[in-house]
């Protein structure tokens, strides 16, 4: 009797160490100077097209630019190329089905308000229209649903994820024009793209990382990556 329940629980142990895991392992594009921005590559909505997305870890929200139409939208990251960026090519704004507007009714809304820290508030034709600050501007917008396809090591499985639609951007104390569509929120939320690769089987941990080089480039990884184990210097997380 214990030795089959000694059995049991070794196999249970061998399970526990051997999930099958999953992972989106992303390229980061840019540098600290001349570009001012890291970002990565995402394909969305179908057809994919590709997007750059700034990734961001002191906001939830992930949004794109979006021809809502837009009121104020950064039109010139063509300033940008090819000087800066070489080969990457400007993408277009980003065109949402409205039908596929997330509802103030749903609990997503309620979520979104909740990661914004702001009291719910139902927008015109019952949409979940936000305001979100940053340092450097403002950006209005009205979460939507599209399909992402990352690259996941199980493979690149169209997933359904709510996001932004910016159509207003405040302008920045600068106003220099940005090689990004968009900003990837890394910021813990429940209506981050994390949380939601997560709760969808896409990642198998709630877990992201990113390295970058001092030279320019790195990468971002959600879920159960593997870390190189030398070269890399580790910093602690910021809440
Ligand atoms: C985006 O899609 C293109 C075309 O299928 C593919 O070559 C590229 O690797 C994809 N990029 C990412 C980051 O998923
Ligand atoms: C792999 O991808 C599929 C489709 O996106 C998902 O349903 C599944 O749970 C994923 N994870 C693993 C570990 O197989």
């Known amino acids: 009797m214990t030795a089959r329940l000694a059995l049991l629980a070794s196999l249970l142990l061998l399970l526990q160490l051997v999930p099958p895991s999953s992972a989106v392992v992303l390229e980061l594009h840019g540098n600290v100077y001349p570009i001012g921005h890291f970002f990565v590559t995402m394909n969305i909505?179908?057809?994919?097209?590709?997007?750059?997305?700034?990734?961001?870890?002191g906001s939830t929200l992930t949004w794109l630019q979006c021809d809502y139409p837009c009121i104020n939208c950064n039109k010139a990251h063509s300033l940008f190329y090819p000087r800066l960026i070489g080969s990457f090519v400007p993408h277009g704004l980003y065109k949402p089905e409205l039908k596929y507007a997330v509802k103030c009714t749903e609990q997503r809304c309620a979520d979104l308000y909740a990661?914004?820290?702001?009291?719910?508030k139902c927008g015109p034709k019952n949409q979940c229209h936000y305001g979100i600050q940053y340092v450097g501007g403002s950006s209005i917008g009205v979460l939507i649903v599209?399909?992402?396809?990352?690259?996941?090591s199980n493979g690149t499985n169209p997933t359904s994820i709510a996001f932004g639609c910016g159509y207003n951007q405040g302008k920045n104390n600068h106003n220099v024009p940005t090689p990004v569509n968009g900003i990837l929120g890394l910021g813990r939320g429940k209506v981050t793209l994390l949380s939601q690769l997560k709760s969808q089987g896409v990642i198998t941990k709630h877990v992201l990382g990113h390295c970058i080089s001092s030279k320019g480039k790195g990468f971002l990884f959600f879920g159960d990556a593997k870390v190189p184990t030398s070269g890399v210097t580790w910093s602690p997380m910021n809440r």
């Open 45 to 57: 909505s179908d057809p994919a097209k590709p997007y750059f997305l700034d990734i961001d870890t």
């Open 115 to 120: 990661d914004l820290r702001k009291p719910m």
């Open 146 to 152: 599209d399909s992402f396809s990352l690259p996941a």
